[in-house]
């Protein structure tokens, strides 16, 4: 009977951590702060004076298996943003080499024929670091051309 | 067992620890963007920014003797904000006690040309004013080659013609910390200044 208790216990606490992994998710929690900081940025929940856009033009100089060679003439201009309190993080993300120009993306996360000259746009959205959500949190993602700064949309994560 | 249960209970305790700060939804809905643009001597864009905006204490104290009755006239519909000035300030950084005569002092620029202005602010949709966009080229600094810091948005004139400072016109309403841009020969910058008073449901 002892023993059945205790499973009876478990199975609640387990019941509980489930129940507050979610409402954490969703709830203005300690928990669900350090969550912010790991899960994809929902940029719904972001109010829009906190969010900084940059856009820049850029052209794939070529594709090695996959990796795709870009260049970047504008790319230090987005480092340079005010409040960009993680702009290291994005140039070591993308391989930035200030000497080039050029980053180096997945060639999937292009939307064209990822040919050499193709011309996109690189899309860095950054959220201020004096928020509530998502403090310091960026997402980069790439359109085509035409898509203007005040059009664009990030791709879910 | 019973100790596995009670860690698996300290954990969801921890979970549901409310956070200190309000959430964002309890905060005014209200916002100032600016937007900037620039484009090569062939008109191609080159760089896209789009920013938030500090209100000034000068700029938040006009929007209240503008709106309510207070005992003081209300400006003419030409002297309203409508004027964008740039800075080449080194470091610029907006603060809220920041007044028109702090923003020229620091602009740098001697040409007499770095302030423009929109002569019918857009204000749709309902709840918003849109200044601009407003071109800016090397001819409203003093030289090609000159790295433009910020903007500052500010009255406007009886005149559509470019002026020199914020403070001939009055009172500096807002600030954005930009990107440092440089501007060269055939290069330009437009520049959006939105300001959004729009609430859900309303």
């Known amino acids: 009977m002892k023993k059945q208790y205790q499973i009876i216990f478990l199975a609640v606490s387990i019941c509980l951590v489930i ?3 979610i409402y954490s998710l969703n709830s203005e929690t300690l928990f669900g702060k350090l969550l912010d900081q790991v899960k994809p940025v929902d940029w719904d929940k972001v109010f829009p004076r906190n969010i900084i856009k940059n856009s820049i033009p850029i052209e794939i100089l070529e594709n090695q298996n996959g990796i795709c060679n870009i260049k970047a003439e504008n790319f230090q201009l987005i480092l340079k943003t005010p409040e960009f309190i ?14 080039t120009k050029t980053i180096r993306i997945s060639c999937d996360e292009l939307p064209g024929d990822e040919l050499p000259g193709e011309k996109d746009k690189l899309h860095v959205w950054i959220v201020r670091g004096e928020t509530e959500k998502f403090s310091g949190r960026y997402q980069y993602f790439v359109t085509t051309s035409n ?4 059009d664009a949309v990030p791709p879910q994560q | 067992m019973y100790k596995i249960g009670i860690a698996l209970m300290a954990i969801f305790a921890v979970m549901v620890i409310p956070a200190q700060g309000s959430s964002e939804n309890g905060t005014p809905t209200y916002y100032g963007m600016g937007t900037i643009v620039l484009s090569d001597s062939l008109g191609n864009e080159a760089f896209s920014q789009i920013l938030h905006n500090r209100v000034v204490n000068t700029g938040e104290s ?3 003797a503008q709106t309510f009755k ?3 006239s209300s400006v003419a519909d030409n002297s309203a904000i409508s004027a964008v000035c740039v800075t080449e300030a080194a470091a610029f950084t907006p603060a809220e006690v920041d007044t028109a005569a702090t923003f ?3 602009t740098t620029i001697t040409t007499g040309n770095e302030c423009k202005e929109d002569t019918v602010v857009d204000e749709t949709p309902q709840g918003t004013a849109v200044i601009g966009p407003i071109t800016f080229a090397v001819s409203n600094l003093d030289a090609a080659g000159e790295i433009i810091t910020g903007i500052g948005v500010c009255q406007g004139s009886a005149g559509a013609a470019d002026f020199g400072t914020c403070a001939a016109n009055g ?9 440092d841009v440089t501007l060269n020969t055939g290069e330009t910058v437009q520049i959006t200044y939105t300001f959004d008073l729009t609430s859900s449901g309303t």
């Open chain 1, 19 to 21: 129940f507050g992994f």
């Open chain 1, 86 to 99: 993680r702009s290291q993080d994005l140039a070591q993300e993308l391989d930035y080499n200030n000497d």
């Open chain 1, 147 to 150: 898509v203007t700064i005040a």
């Open chain 2, 62 to 64: 006009f929007v209240i």
């Open chain 2, 70 to 72: 207070n005992g003081t």
């Open chain 2, 104 to 106: 020229d002092a620091g």
């Open chain 2, 171 to 179: 009172l500096l309403f807002a600030e954005v910390d930009t990107s």
